[in-house]
């Protein structure tokens, strides 16, 4: 077993800039191919980590974690399996934070777990992403955040875009006088502190 690779290139949503050529690099997750997954780490300009929403953060999560901390690997983390029985958002958060003294910031709290699970909630747009099946994803309608999750998404929200405010002095000080980062503000911000891995 050896990591996969494949190449992609992305446009993005804006068409006016040149597409970006992106490797994919998928590297085994299992103990005995630790030095696989070494090897990648010291190519890659950024890692998407994928936790399970049942298992979480497992022993050898905790290892690629360290690792990609040595080659100062920017990261994003993905919490898939929210259909599984189990499945817990909240907890491979705080697992994060936790286990591999990470500072995450969700940028999308889900939408029920298990059987339940129905989509997203887009924290920086604020509104309810629902996925159509017939499509299998394809095609997804923006909707108003259930009343249920209101109170969580605006928890959640605020600490993001503190998060946010604090990639410089600029939105600090607009964050502190009460004013309303705009979305692109947000996302700048957010991408600018991943980069530097604060969070």
């Known amino acids: 077993i050896t990591s ?3 190449t992609c290139f ?9 597409e970006h050529r ?12 630790t030095i696989e997954v070494e090897r990648s780490l010291r190519v890659l ?14 022993p050898q999560s905790e290892t690629v974690w360290r690792q990609a901390d040595k080659y100062g690997v920017p990261r994003l983390a993905f919490v898939n399996k929210m259909d599984r029985m189990g499945a817990n958002f909240l907890r491979v958060v705080g697992q994060v934070k ?3 003294g990470a500072n995450p910031v969700p940028i999308q709290i889900p939408i029920g777990a ?11 747009r604020m509104k309810a992403i629902y996925w159509d099946e017939a499509s299998r994803g394809m095609e997804y309608e923006a909707r108003d955040i259930p009343e249920d999750l209101v ?6 929200r ?12 600029e939105l600090m000080d607009k964050y502190l006088e009460g004013e309303t980062l705009s979305e692109d503000e947000i996302k700048a911000a957010l991408r600018t502190r991943t980069l530097n891995n604060e969070i």
């Not at 085994?28 to 191919?33: A, E, I, K, N, Q």
């Not at 298990?114 to 989509?119: H, K, P, Y």
């Not at 605020?158 to 002095?169: F, L, S």
Request: glycine residues 10%.
């Open 98 to 100: 936790d286990r591999l």
């Open 4 to 6: 996969a690779a494949t």
């Open 114 to 124: 298990e059987e339940g699970f129905q989509g997203v909630v887009d924290l920086v």
């Open 151 to 156: 109170e969580l998404c605006d928890e959640w």
């Open 22 to 33: 992106v490797n994919i690099i998928d590297t085994p997750g299992h103990v005995d191919f």
């Open 10 to 18: 992305w446009s993005g949503m804006d068409r006016d800039r040149p």
């Open 158 to 169: 605020e600490k993001m875009v503190e998060a946010a405010a604090e990639a410089n002095e």
């Open 45 to 58: 300009d950024g890692a998407c980590a994928v936790f399970c929403a049942v298992g979480g953060v497992e």
